[in-house]
């Protein structure tokens, strides 16, 4: 089975700070990888696929890179609706989620 | 508009039985692959099974292997999970999601969410 691992799995930052979320795969997954943000008590939204792929809707401060096993989700400028989980998830074999990135207010 | 919809959850005693219902609209449900997540009470998302849109292929996490059947109508726009043996640990928001991308690699659109608590 796919390991996925994600680093920090908390960050406090500020409105207008940039934020890099890194996510790696126990083996190579191609651009086999998805970017979701949940908030308490919804649904988790998908905000990026086939790991640099924006879904339609998804404001441009998120952006995805990586290929193999090392991924990043970066958000630009923080924005206060951007306090949230964020997780990733690799669809090489089956599906895996990493275990999550909390960002919260400084 | 896409809609997805669950029911079914409740509480049950450790080795019950529960089936879960996801109710799809705003889209052709039968070409869409769709799958089970679920995140059990301040946890992290698993993912628990996923059905092809002709109902032919089906995955299952090894948690739930054995114990759990992934089912579709396309007739009715219906998704389901019955779930047997049920185990403590099985307790969670379970989550129907449709399968987006060029090869059903994500999930696109998620309910609301159920909640299933195995509890005596």
């Known amino acids: 089975d796919i390991q996925m691992t994600q680093s920090p799995s908390s960050v406090s930052a500020s409105v207008g700070d940039r934020v890099t979320i890194t996510c790696r795969a126990s083996?190579?997954?191609?651009?086999?990888l998805a970017w979701y943000q949940q908030k308490p008590g919804k649904a988790p939204k998908l905000l990026i696929y086939?790991?640099?792929s924006l879904q339609s809707g998804v404001p441009s401060r998120f952006s995805g890179s990586g290929s193999g096993t090392d991924f990043t989700l970066t958000i630009s400028s923080l924005q206060p609706e951007d306090f949230a989980t964020y997780y990733c998830?690799?669809?090489?074999?089956?599906?895996?989620f990493g275990p999550g990135t909390k960002v919260d207010i400084k | 508009e896409v809609q997805l919809v669950e029911s079914g959850g409740g509480l049950v005693q450790p080795g019950g039985s529960l089936r879960l219902s996801c109710a799809a609209s705003?889209?052709?449900?039968?070409?869409?692959?769709m799958n089970w997540v679920r995140q059990a009470p301040g946890k992290g998302l698993e993912w628990v099974s996923y059905?092809?849109?002709?109902?032919?292929?089906?995955y299952y996490a090894d948690s739930v292997k054995g114990r759990f059947t992934i089912s579709r109508d396309n007739a009715k726009n219906s998704l389901y999970l019955q779930m047997n043996s049920l185990r403590a640990e099985d307790t969670a928001v379970y989550y129907c999601?449709?399968?987006?991308?060029?090869?059903?690699?994500?999930?696109?659109?998620w309910g609301q969410g159920t909640l299933v608590t195995v509890s005596s």
């Open positions: 999601a449709r399968a987006g991308g060029a090869v059903a690699d994500n999930f696109d659109y």
């Open positions: 705003g889209f052709t449900f039968s070409s869409y692959e």
């Open positions: 059905i092809s849109s002709s109902g032919s292929t089906i």
């Open positions: 083996q190579g997954i191609s651009s086999w």
């Open positions: 086939a790991a640099s």
């Open positions: 998830q690799q669809a090489n074999t089956k599906f895996t």
